[in-house]
């Protein structure tokens, strides 16, 4: 096998390990114009492992940072009639091994799947359920940190989806 050869068949190998995949669901018909602010609950820890409580508070950290940085107006005590409170969850989280990635693609997987409810603060209705996952299948060494990149990523997603319906 030539080099030229060996390129082709690496390089969209490593494209593809450092191109982590995002879904975000929303319920269909939701309407949330009316807030005019985000307040962000604790996030709930539903992975059944007490060790990933930290990660579960670090999720919550990133999506209040997410949505500041989107332009959302965030608010630890809104007026209840135009605001809206997001209940973060961290539902699956695998922290992974850059190094089992790098020697074994799909071993090692950093994989990590969120949940946010998003509750009327002035009825206490659900207005809707945002879920997002994401995952780390492949790559080296340079994938090392995705088990803390890859909150942040989800934050985003669901940032972005909140701000698109405000």
């Not at 962000?40 to 997410?66: C, I, K, Q, S, Y």
């Not at 990149?149 to 985003?156: K, N, T, V």
Request: with cysteine.
């Amino acid at each position: 096998m030539n080099c030229r050869a060996l390129a082709i068949a690496i390089v969209p190998l490593l494209l593809a390990a450092c191109a982590a995949r995002s879904d975000v669901a929303v319920e269909p018909g939701v309407a949330m114009a009316k807030f005019k602010m985000v307040e962000v609950a604790p996030a709930r820890n539903e992975t059944g492992d007490p060790g990933h409580d930290p990660v579960a508070a670090t999720f919550r950290d990133d999506l209040v940072n997410a949505l500041v940085s989107a332009g959302v107006q965030v608010s630890e005590a809104g007026p209840p009639a135009a605001t809206l409170i997001a209940k973060p969850a961290l539902v699956h989280y695998e922290s992974g091994s850059a190094l089992s990635r790098w020697v074994l693609p799909g071993s090692g997987r950093t994989q990590a799947t969120v949940a946010v409810s998003l509750i009327d603060k002035s009825s206490g209705d659900s207005v809707g359920d945002l879920a997002a996952t994401d995952q780390v299948w492949a790559g080296g060494l340079y994938t090392i940190g995705q088990d803390r990149l890859i909150l942040s990523r989800l934050a985003g997603s669901i940032a972005d989806e909140i701000k698109a319906r405000l």
